[in-house]
């Protein structure tokens, strides 16, 4: 979920890592990145690279070995308190997706983590609207508080604008509205489910696209509803069955 390498601008390596990354080939473009993640002067590099890996982890469920070993590269060649708390800010992720997903319970590691990230990252810094979302994450799924998750979206949502990161606003549109839906806001919830697809598809963020696509139909009236899911479900095993987490949510309702 980090912005970095978000459709790349003129730089042709960060082209190649979101068209990489957008299509869910996350071990292509963190290699890419490999010549560079081992040196304490590319320490954004080594970051960027692991977020890509930790980005797997939640959308495949797999390759936790792979994005531990590229977090601890990430926390070794840290240079200052911006790199220290980007490297913690997906320490807190890895440790968020193991324990949502169920493989093991770290949701101390990840409050503990986000929680130092939070102390060593500047309020400008740009890695602190993502940092802000994640805590939003936390307390919604692995709290259950989402009385305080809506206050640390709207912080990411804010920030996001702020420095420009499309991509993280299509994730705090989506789950802003989420909450909305919860409260039963269903208008409120349709618009930022809808806004959350837009941004997706006019990035050609495809792996995240599918999710969209669902999380619409939840707040659209049938027939749409059965035909966001459907085109949600051809995306996602077009996509081979990615993310693992929106099978049973896709799953054909019984005849």
């Known amino acids: ?56 982890c939640l959308f495949t469920g797999q390759g936790w070995a792979e994005a531990e070993d590229a977090l601890r ?12 708390g980007a ?29 130092r990230a939070a102390a060593l990252l500047s309020p400008g810094s740009r890695t602190r609207p993502l940092l802000d979302f994640r805590r939003g994450l936390v307390a919604e799924h692995l709290t259950d508080a989402p009385q305080s998750a809506g206050p640390a979206y709207r912080r990411a949502h804010a920030g996001a604008e702020a ?19 919860r409260e039963g806001e269903v208008a409120e919830a349709r618009k930022g489910f809808a806004e959350s ?16 696509l669902a999380a619409l139909a939840e707040a659209e009236p049938e027939p749409e509803a059965a035909r966001l899911r459907a085109e949600a479900r051809r995306l996602f095993h077009l996509l081979g069955g990615i993310p693992t987490w929106l099978a049973d949510q896709l799953a054909p309702a019984p005849a």
């Open 73 to 84: 590269v990430a926390e070794a060649v840290a240079q200052d308190d911006d790199d220290r």
């Open 197 to 212: 697809l837009r941004i997706r598809e006019d990035l050609g963020f495809l792996i995240g696209t599918a999710p969209a």
């Open 1 to 56: 979920m980090s912005s970095a390498g978000t459709t790349g601008g003129d730089d042709p390596l960060q082209r190649a890592i979101w068209r990489l990354r957008s299509r869910g080939c996350w071990t292509d473009a963190a290699a890419l990145l490999t010549p560079h993640a081992d040196r304490a002067v590319h320490a954004g590099a080594a970051v960027q690279r692991t977020a890509l890996l930790v980005e797997r």
């Open 87 to 115: 490297a913690a800010c997906e320490r807190g992720q890895l440790a968020y997706a193991a324990t949502v997903l169920g493989v093991r319970d770290r949701a101390d590691e990840a409050r503990s983590a986000l929680g």
């Open 163 to 181: 420095h420009g990161d499309t991509l993280l606003l299509s994730f705090t549109w989506r789950h802003l509205a989420a909450l909305a839906l």
